[in-house]
């Protein structure tokens, strides 16, 4: 009985098909503990200044080094100016916070990119950029946002500080198997219709909290072709329905991207390299505790209207009615609309727009600012209108320097900032003003995020350069 | 370990983490102090703690303990486990809720803040109680894995894993457990990294 049963689970275990998550997952986990959680191994770790000095204090407090600082590296992104980055911070506690990372990184032999390193930037935006994202890892941060990285192929995941120092110790986490999702979005997007008009799309179907739980791949032909920024763009947002990460399977798109890149394997290396990476995809007919489908051609694009990212709807619809919700979901959403000072029932498109931002962790990269300059060129912006374009990196910066784009922004009234997290959170000076309305390209909506008492509506940045010129919320294909 | 307290209904979905403890005041490096920031910007207008918002649960005097009772997606958006650090701080030991976001379950957990996941119908039971009596309690017992609607007698099974809850009865902390166990993630190392 007990050899049938043995040789049973050797068969299942032969011919059980994986998903991608499970074959980085098995690979990564040192050692199962029963009834609990597995000992699982993180190969990167970014570390920046507001969720780590607590870490490093505990490391001090225990006596112990950073474990592998040859996988970590630190930069200082969610509360640097973006203005006169060369001049010391204005901002006493946000100053003395840069100045502990840089003690920090000192003290433990921790690669830095700080202010005026030529790598500095989100933290999210130079990992991959300088190619230390690469397919098959496991990567952590103390940012929420660091499911970004799973455009390559990556379990990438936001933690807290207690599991930063974890991290930092002994470069592994205790970690619990999510559940697993895979979201296919097939079909063509219509014109004026970007990644990110598709991660509002399905936030807005499964809720804020829809993927709470899970882990989510990200599969279909419209994900298939998408540019890699475009894809970091959807795996950012995965957060926002409450998954742990999304994670999207490593293809020619993603290699090319790499090649050449900073970090990147070189000569045989990378050959070898791609081998493996060929092998990360999901098997066929592997199973996920739960699969949606959606239709690329069905998707417009979107703003939200409310206090979270699931409030979203397409550029030409209404806010919903207060009827057509659940009875326990009213009191949250009149909250919600007093708080955005909109009415329900009412057309978004039309809405008066104070701020534009476009920049974070979501949409702050060369392509980004690229499309917005490409829409922008001889057009200027609404008088009463101030618009921020934040980079996400310095090697961004000096891009759109190098190909004419600021001077395009320029032309337009456009300021083109440098690169942090800036109005996403408003930890440094540029916050929104209290009842103003900003169309934003990051990623949350929340009372009070990008400044208290700031109304926030996210969107693509087309969506958000379109407003730019109008003044007001507008359909790009109006153009 | 037992969790026995009158309780604060907050009765609003998706409760993030900048509500919980806005971003402004993430500045410190040390993981004290935050309680007095708690739900700021829900708690006093104008940043002013003169001008508190009467109509806040928090500022309303009638509701007292050290458990709070939210609706679903309590913990959402941001990393922070400042938000957990705020709400320790602030004197809470436990988190009541229908669903909690992972990173701010982990992060509560490492706090030694206890959330606990009950069905939408057990919530609803809590907040016709205490609509009925502000004095309304909760009891929790940790060993049973049990939480008591103690107006209305009703009792709950909530899930915590075997692993966590031993870490919360004795006060043992993850980093010592991985500390302890080096040589196996050394022997990981070499074989793998």
């Not at chain 1, 999207?248 to 791609?274: C, H, S």
């Not at chain 2, 008591?148 to 809850?165: L, M, P, Q, R, W």
Request: glycine share 8%.
């Amino acid at each position: 009985m007990q050899k049938n049963s043995l040789t049973l689970d050797v068969f299942c275990l032969k011919s059980k098909k994986m998903t991608l998550f499970d074959k980085i997952w098995n690979k990564h986990v040192v050692h199962a503990i029963e009834g609990g959680p597995s000992v699982f191994y993180i190969d990167r770790h970014f570390i920046h200044e507001v969720t780590s000095p607590q870490a490093f204090d505990g490391l001090r407090k225990r006596g112990i080094p950073v474990a592998r600082p040859d996988k970590t590296v630190a930069t200082a992104d969610h509360n640097v100016p973006t203005v006169d980055q060369h001049l010391p911070i204005r901002e006493t506690l946000s100053r003395m916070q840069v100045e502990k990372l840089t003690e920090n990184c000192a003290a433990f032999g921790v690669e830095l990119y700080g202010l005026g390193h030529p790598f500095q930037g989100i933290v999210h935006v130079i990992g991959p950029e300088l190619g230390i994202t690469q397919p098959g890892m496991t990567i952590v941060c103390g940012d929420s946002h660091t499911s970004t990285h799973g455009a390559f192929g990556t379990i990438a995941f936001g933690i807290g500080t207690s599991e930063v120092e974890m991290v930092l110790a002994t470069q592994c986490l205790l970690q619990s198997k999510p559940k697993q999702m895979r979201i296919n979005v097939d079909g063509v997007l219509q014109p004026g219709v970007t990644s990110k008009d598709i991660i509002l799309y399905i936030i807005s179907k499964i809720s804020a909290s829809g993927a709470t739980g899970y882990f989510v791949e990200y599969a279909g032909s419209a994900i298939r072709n998408l540019s890699m920024e475009a894809r970091m763009t959807i795996c950012n947002m995965s957060i926002e329905m409450g998954a742990r990460g999304g994670l999207i399977a490593p293809d020619e798109t993603t290699f090319n991207y790499l090649k050449g890149r900073k970090f990147a394997p070189q000569g045989t290396d990378w050959d070898a390299k791609v081998a493996e990476w060929r092998t990360l995809v999901t098997d066929t007919d592997a199973q996920f505790d739960q699969e949606l489908h959606l239709v690329a051609e069905d998707i417009q694009p979107m703003v939200t209207y409310g206090t979270n990212p699931g409030m979203g709807i397409p550029v030409t619809g209404l806010i919903p009615e207060e009827s057509s919700l659940e009875e326990k979901e009213r009191l949250s959403f009149r909250k919600s609309l007093e708080y955005m000072g909109l009415q329900q029932g009412a057309a978004i498109k039309g809405q008066k727009i104070d701020y534009v931002f476009i920049g974070s962790c979501t949409n702050s990269r060369i392509e980004d600012l690229r499309q917005v300059a490409a829409f922008v060129q001889g057009k200027q912006k609404a008088n009463d209108v101030e618009v921020w374009i934040v980079p996400g990196s310095k090697q961004v910066e000096e891009q759109a320097k190098a190909e004419g784009l600021r001077t395009i922004f320029e032309q337009a009234g456009f300021q083109l900032r440098q690169p942090g997290c800036s109005a996403c959170l408003g930890m440094n000076e540029d916050k929104i003003p209290a009842g103003k309305y900003c169309i934003s390209t990051s990623n949350r909506n929340f009372e009070g995020r990008q400044g208290q008492g700031a109304r926030t509506l996210l969107a693509s940045p087309l969506t958000a350069a379109a407003a730019a010129v109008t003044g007001v919320v507008t359909d790009i294909r109006d153009f | 370990m037992k969790i026995n307290s009158r309780y604060i209904p907050l009765n609003i979905e998706n409760v993030d983490t900048d509500q919980i403890i806005p971003a402004r005041f993430l500045k410190a490096t040390s993981r004290d102090g935050f309680g007095k920031n708690l739900f700021r910007d829900w708690r006093y207008h104008n940043d002013d703690e003169g001008q508190p918002k009467t109509d806040f649960v928090l500022n309303n005097p009638a509701y007292q303990g050290k458990i709070l009772v939210a609706a679903k997606n309590f913990g959402c958006g941001s990393s922070r486990e400042h938000a957990a650090w705020a709400l320790k701080d602030y004197g809470f030991d436990a988190v009541v809720s229908s669903f909690f976001a992972d990173i701010f379950k982990n992060n509560a957990l490492n706090n030694f803040l206890l959330p606990v996941q009950v069905s939408d119908e057990f919530l609803e039971g809590l907040w016709a109680a205490i609509d009925q009596n502000p004095d309304a309690e909760i009891a929790i017992d940790v060993e049973q894995q049990t939480i008591t609607n103690v107006t209305s007698g009703e009792i709950a099974h909530f899930d915590i894993n075997a692993y966590k809850k031993n870490c919360l009865i004795n006060g043992y902390d993850d980093i010592d457990f991985l500390l302890s166990i080096r040589t196996d993630i050394e022997a990981y190392e070499a074989a793998h990294v």
